[in-house]
């Protein structure tokens, strides 16, 4: 067993961490008080291949596995979530989605450019719409439909909580074909976001992750072509849930940076501030939340790493993934929060980064399967 990275890995994971720190550091504070969504910063993260990191050359991608990928999304979040879950949403969701399932048209014509970030001079990402107001955990419970017409199907009904709602080019949904089927009569389509009958809701007003852009979406007879359809009919659940299997390792990832981001700044606080006659890292309660800190940040990245590096062997990662997932993210809780415990008076404002990476990292509990989701997936493997 090797716990030792590859010089590319080396090389992906500096490249990731120069980026965040002189691209993603300047005004996050800024973008976060204004809900400003980081286009600049998804712009030049795609000209360094990063929106399609795991996505095949021959689809203008980068090519690389997945523990490049964990590695990126760490250095990445460490700095601002919200950039990195635009990153995220891209690779795991959508790229991957349409990599493995789509027909050879749907990667030539939606891959490509998703890949690249860009068609044209212009940002080209997509969004995973699965998640309604009635929606949520409960995924089976879909009430968008769509209506076969023949040669279209006619698609009606709203999604929620949309990470790149309004910035996205290409919308994968998942509706109801056949309500009489259960799980098994929903379908995944490829919606272009400038089709007529398509309305994007008011950017929501968020705790934390707040320069991502997340709306609601609404579908009004919008004709969607036969082509579009990702899979066989009745494909669609098992599309989504086998997709976000992979994306649960991408907010792990995200997870693991707010948490390292947080404790480095903490580290460095406890070398700066003094009391009682003594910097506070040579008080022993400050040593011993410092340890449990690096102790299960080093846990989450493990977790991280074996989800990823199952991946990579196309093995059946779904446990891993939710492992890491609910680990990482309670991490990232319990961490931030003993970050700007420590951190004192001077942690509850902006300018330190703390209570951002605090608020940051509750969502890292609730989307793409909440923790009591996951601990369902990892129940139900381990009693099976």
């Known amino acids: 067993m090797l716990f030792q990275l590859s010089e590319e890995h080396l090389m992906i994971q500096k490249a990731a961490r120069d980026f965040a720190n002189t691209e993603c550091l300047p005004g996050v504070i800024e973008r976060d ?5 980081p286009k600049e910063q998804i712009v030049k ?3 360094l291949g990063f929106m399609g990191l795991m996505v095949k050359p021959e689809y203008g991608g980068s090519g690389m596995d997945a523990i490049s990928y964990v590695l990126a999304m760490e250095e990445i979040s460490k700095i601002d979530a919200s950039v990195s879950v635009c990153m995220s949403v891209n690779n795991s969701l959508v790229c991957y989605g349409l990599q493995e399932f789509g027909t050879e048209e749907q990667k ?4 490509t450019p998703l890949a690249q970030g860009k068609k044209g001079d212009e940002l080209y990402i997509g969004a995973f719409l699965l998640s309604e107001p009635e929606a949520g955990s409960d995924a089976t419970s879909q009430h968008t439909v769509a209506e076969d017409k023949g040669d279209h199907y006619l698609l009606n009904g709203v999604k929620n909580w949309i990470t790149n709602g309004n910035s996205a080019s290409v919308y994968l949904v998942m509706a109801q074909t056949d309500a009489t089927k259960g799980s098994h009569g929903i379908n995944t389509f490829i919606v272009e976001k400038n089709w007529p009958g398509i309305t994007v809701g008011a950017k929501e007003n968020k705790m934390g992750i707040r320069g991502s852009d997340t709306h609601s979406i609404s579908f009004t007879d919008v004709k969607v072509p036969k082509e579009n359809r ?5 494909f669609g659940f098992s599309f989504a849930m086998k997709t976000l299997a992979g994306g649960r390792i991408g907010i792990a990832s995200q997870a693991l940076g707010i948490a390292g981001g947080a404790y480095e700044r903490a580290v460095a606080y406890s070398k700066q501030r003094r009391s009682f006659g003594k910097e506070i890292k040579d008080h022993q309660i400050i040593q011993f939340k410092l340890s449990d800190m690096a102790t299960r940040i080093e846990a989450s990245r493990l977790l991280c790493l074996k989800a990823a590096w199952e991946k990579d062997q196309h093995k059946d990662y779904a446990l891993s993934s939710s492992m890491a997932k609910v680990y990482a993210s309670e991490t990232a809780m319990w961490v931030t929060t003993e970050a700007v415990q420590i951190h004192g008076g001077y942690g509850y404002v902006k ?3 703390v209570e951002r990476l605090m608020r940051d990292a509750k969502i890292t509990q609730i989307y793409e399967g909440t923790s009591e989701v996951q601990r369902i997936v990892i129940s139900r493997a381990i009693l099976k």
Do not use: D, R, S, T
């Open 351 to 353: 300018e330190y980064h």
């Open 33 to 37: 008080e204004l809900q400003k969504f």
């Open 45 to 47: 993260l795609a000209e």
């Open 108 to 111: 030539q014509k939606y891959l």
């Open 230 to 234: 990702i899979g066989a009919e009745g």
